[in-house]
């Protein structure tokens, strides 16, 4: 007999398992690795991935030919990433926590992809979770080196999270045949503070029949440019170069993306 404990344990495993294939299953897109493969350039650099996920990102990286790094907190996907990777000898991944672990140091390139600075899980205040980032990827760098920030981007936030009733993310069957769907409800956006409130929802009817549901509240917080700005200059950085899309045309009303390219300035400059 399961104690209450080892049972909600096991069921969290399994909706891990169940998200994780359906983030495998969902996020194929290609445009973003590739526009970031250009910035980056065809020489062979140092690269560190932060949240790097199942390795959409840090594989392509790798078989471009740079020595890659990457870290995630997600055990189920981490699992994802030896597949992709076989026969590659210049990529290295492990379990870390992007807030709380140290990144180490002597990289050429860190990345911040994938809207991962809206999407980071932090017990701590949102905003100095992410500024916290800010300061890792500073640290994990060699002077001269560079940071990648990629994230959806709209200068009237407002707008992204304006939704009524059930937004779903994702929905289908595993491997395991547990199937379902992943869904936001309750979504309310402060434009004062940038704090997006929402409850996510995973319901599932698992291969025995049983149905598995959980209701997590959460928030966000969305980071206006200006402020990305300042927690760059604050860290040690200078802009280079800023895009809106991943066509290379500046940020606008209409192109969706923030994508920064910044280098570590040396001490003293």
Known sequence: MYSEDAI???????????????????ETETDDVDFLLSVIGS?????????????????PLAQAG??????????????????KAEGLDNIVWYKADAVEDAWGSGFDVVVLAGNILFN?????????????????????????GHIYIDYQFSMHPG??????????????????????????TEQSFEESTGMLSFVRNFDLILKDGRRLERKIPSKKHYIQLEQL??????????????????AGNPIGETTGRAILWAVKKSVGK
């Open 159 to 184: 707008l992204l999270f304006r939704s009524s009733g059930e937004m779903v993310i994702w929905e289908g069957t595993d491997s395991e045949g547990n199937s379902g769907k992943m869904f936001l």
């Open 8 to 26: 909600v344990c096991n069921e969290e495993k399994i909706i891990a398992a169940w998200n994780a294939e359906m983030y495998e299953k969902y």
């Open 229 to 246: 700005h300042d927690w760059l200059d604050s860290a040690g950085f200078a802009i280079e170069k800023e895009y809106g899309d991943y």
């Open 66 to 83: 740079h020595a890659v790094t990457g870290f995630d907190i997600d055990d189920c996907l981490l699992e994802k990433i030896g597949a």
């Open 43 to 59: 020489k062979p650099v140092r690269v560190l991935e932060a949240a790097c996920g199942g390795g959409r990102i840090l594989v």
């Open 120 to 144: 980071i899980m932090s017990e701590t205040d949102y905003a100095q979770a992410q500024q916290q980032m800010i300061r890792r990827a500073a640290g994990a760098l060699d002077p001269g």
